[in-house]
């Protein structure tokens, strides 16, 4: 390990505990040239796919493009940024599980949909009238009353 203070390559370790919910190890080092203290953080690298664009180009999956496109949907409605970095990593962990090396850009849209809908159905709206690209008021409205449809009844706690 680089010591960031003089660029010497070697290092002790002084500390180790566990940190971030038991994700990562935190390592207290210090530098064996010039004696100052840093720390690190190990953790697992987690092997996400390639998402495959509907152009058939192929880049890496940015979890902060999914962050950004749902905060948008997510404008002005009560969606907690927590809530939002949950959905996010529920939707890596999915990926994850499928272990395949490519996943298809649609995929990741409609998990993300999926997440927005347990979320809030405004910003559901929103997202798939971007995503769905919906070419007409009726084809946005049959979207918009599958939503209705899918409501709890208030009292019953049953879907209508």
Known sequence: M??????FQEDKVVDSRSSKNGLAI????????????????????????VVVK???????????KIIA?????????????????????EIE????????????????????????????EVAYVRFASVYRQFKDLNAFMDEVKDVIAKQVKPGTGKKA
Not at 2 to 7: A, D, S, V
Not at 54 to 64: A, L
């Open 69 to 89: 496109g749902m905060r948008k949907a997510c404008e002005k409605r009560p969606v907690s940024t927590d809530m939002l970095e949950r959905a996010v990593d």
């Open 26 to 49: 935190r390592r207290r080092r210090e530098c064996l040239q010039c004696a100052k203290r840093f720390t690190t953080y190990e953790q697992v690298e987690e092997l996400l796919p």
């Open 2 to 7: 680089k010591c960031p203070f003089c660029g």
């Open 54 to 64: 509907k152009d058939n180009r192929r880049e890496p999956f940015d979890r902060f």
């Open 93 to 120: 962990k999915a990926l994850q599980n499928k272990m395949e090396k490519e996943v298809a850009s649609t995929a990741v849209g409609e998990l993300v949909m999926r997440k927005l809908a347990e979320l809030d």
